[in-house]
């Protein structure tokens, strides 16, 4: 593969994960943690930008997604992807993605309420360009995502070198701990799962310009994880210095969205303005490009429904949801997300340190990594609960006396690392039993 190639690839994969909400995040995280936004921010860059990142090598040294859970039983594995990708895809994040870049790129200039003509100019622009999967690179690796990254180094050197304010105290959870809170909001971002679903945009990508090597798959792979991952570092940085000097600009703002709005509108005036719901719109319409793509090879790899029908029916609920209850749709799919999350990374972390579990000629039943996705359920369940504000005052205390992590909505880790070990340890024993008995 060319450099010119890989480095395509790489910005494609940074503006696939690049939505509205990876913009509001850090913003808003900074400006709370004040003077200690960098030491937040760090621990912000682990899990929002770390666990992506090796997501995306393990997919890569598997070199197919769906090897993931292909040694899960049949059925928890067909689950397993349809909730990812139907959450990822028109029951959730899609819907929300047209949604906010209406918010942030129209409605400031557009008084009326114009969000089903938007969102259905919007779903067809997105399934325009998602029809032609080939030429995706052509599209966003070349083209939209240097454009993106242009308008958002403007906005920044404008506040490098007239910053709107400087850090203020840090509010009490960034006094007490900034890196595990940075951790605790990198994590809430849900980008590993979205790593799971681009797996297969990006992997397919790679195999279109005429790579068929596993080893090379993995190779590029790790090299297109890399760029991915210094790019939205960067940009992680980039937005939270704007939150930590929003002191002036944008005191006690509720979201991040807010702080970026008032920041850029201080800097350029109207012109500023103009400037965010550009990005904003660049930035969900790669995503939503992604996760269309993202879905219609799942759907055409699994059950040969062809890539332009998926496509189609994905805009066309998209559409619907977009203009019909989606508040509703986001408190039934919500929790989904959060449970399959625990489930993704838990996932990766077992083939990580139990590789022989993964067969790359045919399916292989592990029941190591089946208990691991149960235990990953069954406590990734209490986190949602407990994210949801639905567990009862009485219960929460004694799982926050009891429960290991629970607080950083990470009670499901502690338990599949046991399972993990303990898993290794039996196998070990096993071969070593083996090896004796055949000598």
């Given at each position: 593969?060319?450099?010119?190639e890989?480095?395509?690839?790489?910005?494609?994969?940074?503006?696939?994960?690049?939505?509205?909400?990876?913009?509001?995040f850090?913003?808003?995280?900074a400006?709370q943690?004040?003077?200690?936004w960098?030491?937040?921010?760090v621990?912000?860059?682990?899990?929002a930008?770390?666990?992506p990142?090796?997501t995306?090598?393990v997919?890569g040294?598997?070199?197919?997604a769906?090897k993931?859970?292909?040694?899960?039983?049949?059925?928890?594995?067909?689950?397993?992807?349809?909730l990812v990708?139907?959450?990822?895809?028109?029951?959730?994040?899609?819907?929300?993605?047209?949604?906010?870049?209406?918010e942030?790129?129209?409605?400031?200039?557009y008084?009326?309420?114009?969000?089903m003509?938007?969102?259905?100019?919007f779903?067809?622009?997105?399934?325009i360009l998602a029809l032609?999967?080939?030429?995706?690179?052509s599209?966003i690796?070349?083209?939209?995502?240097?454009a993106?990254?242009?308008?958002?180094a403007?906005?920044v050197i404008?506040?490098?070198i007239?910053p709107?304010g400087?850090?203020t105290?840090?509010?009490?959870?960034?006094?007490?701990?900034?890196?595990?809170?940075?951790m605790i909001?990198?994590y809430?971002?849900l980008d590993?799962i979205?790593a799971v679903?681009?797996?297969?945009?990006?992997?397919?990508?790679?195999?279109g310009?005429g790579?068929?090597c596993?080893?090379a798959?993995?190779?590029y792979?790790?090299?297109?994880?890399?760029i991915y991952a210094?790019?939205m570092?960067?940009c992680?940085l980039?937005?939270?210095?704007l939150?930590?000097t929003?002191?002036?600009?944008?005191?006690?703002?509720?979201?991040?969205?807010?702080?970026?709005?008032?920041y850029?509108?201080g800097?350029?005036?109207?012109?500023?303005?103009?400037?965010?719901?550009t990005?904003?719109?660049?930035?969900?319409?790669?995503?939503?490009?992604?996760?269309?793509?993202?879905?219609g090879?799942?759907y055409k790899?699994?059950y040969?429904?062809?890539?332009?029908i998926?496509?189609v029916?994905?805009m066309?609920?998209?559409?619907?949801?977009s203009?019909v209850?989606?508040?509703?749709?986001i408190?039934?799919s919500l929790?989904?997300?959060?449970i399959?999350?625990p489930?993704a990374?838990?996932?990766?972390?077992?083939?990580?340190?139990?590789?022989n579990?993964?067969s790359?000629?045919k399916?292989?039943?592990?029941?190591?990594q089946t208990?691991?996705?149960?235990i990953?359920?069954?406590?990734g369940?209490?986190?949602?609960l407990n994210?949801?504000?639905?567990i009862?005052?009485?219960?929460?205390?004694d799982?926050?006396?009891?429960?290991?992590?629970f607080?950083?909505h990470?009670s499901?880790?502690?338990?599949v690392?046991?399972t993990?070990?303990?898993?290794?340890?039996?196998h070990i024993?096993?071969?070593n039993?083996?090896?004796?008995?055949?000598?």
């Amino acid at each position: 593969m060319k450099r010119r190639e890989l480095a395509a690839i790489g910005f494609m994969t940074f503006a696939l994960f690049l939505g509205a909400g990876n913009l509001i995040f850090p913003p808003m995280m900074a400006q709370q943690a004040g003077e200690n936004w960098l030491i937040a921010i760090v621990g912000f860059l682990l899990t929002a930008v770390g666990l992506p990142a090796l997501t995306l090598i393990v997919l890569g040294r598997l070199s197919s997604a769906d090897k993931l859970t292909a040694s899960l039983p049949h059925w928890m594995d067909r689950t397993f992807w349809f909730l990812v990708l139907t959450t990822l895809g028109p029951a959730f994040v899609l819907p929300r993605a047209v949604t906010v870049a209406y918010e942030m790129g129209i409605k400031p200039f557009y008084q009326g309420n114009g969000l089903m003509l938007f969102s259905v100019l919007f779903c067809l622009l997105t399934l325009i360009l998602a029809l032609k999967p080939g030429k995706l690179v052509s599209y966003i690796g070349k083209v939209m995502t240097p454009a993106l990254i242009v308008m958002l180094a403007l906005l920044v050197i404008a506040a490098l070198i007239n910053p709107l304010g400087s850090p203020t105290d840090a509010n009490a959870i960034y006094k007490a701990a900034p890196t595990v809170n940075g951790m605790i909001q990198g994590y809430m971002t849900l980008d590993a799962i979205a790593a799971v679903a681009f797996g297969w945009v990006i992997i397919q990508t790679i195999r279109g310009t005429g790579i068929s090597c596993n080893k090379a798959i993995s190779y590029y792979t790790l090299r297109i994880a890399g760029i991915y991952a210094l790019l939205m570092s960067l940009c992680y940085l980039a937005m939270g210095y704007l939150g930590a000097t929003s002191s002036s600009i944008a005191p006690n703002s509720t979201n991040g969205g807010e702080i970026l709005t008032r920041y850029a509108a201080g800097e350029f005036g109207t012109f500023g303005q103009i400037l965010l719901a550009t990005i904003t719109l660049m930035a969900c319409l790669t995503t939503t490009i992604g996760l269309t793509n993202a879905n219609g090879e799942y759907y055409k790899n699994t059950y040969n429904v062809p890539f332009k029908i998926s496509a189609v029916v994905i805009m066309s609920l998209t559409t619907i949801i977009s203009n019909v209850g989606l508040e509703t749709i986001i408190e039934v799919s919500l929790p989904a997300i959060l449970i399959l999350c625990p489930i993704a990374v838990s996932l990766i972390i077992a083939i990580i340190f139990m590789p022989n579990t993964v067969s790359n000629e045919k399916r292989k039943f592990s029941m190591s990594q089946t208990l691991i996705v149960i235990i990953a359920t069954l406590f990734g369940s209490i986190d949602a609960l407990n994210i949801l504000g639905k567990i009862p005052s009485a219960i929460h205390q004694d799982l926050t006396a009891w429960l290991p992590l629970f607080n950083a909505h990470a009670s499901w880790l502690l338990p599949v690392l046991v399972t993990i070990f303990s898993s290794k340890v039996i196998h070990i024993i096993q071969r070593n039993r083996n090896a004796v008995a055949t000598c």
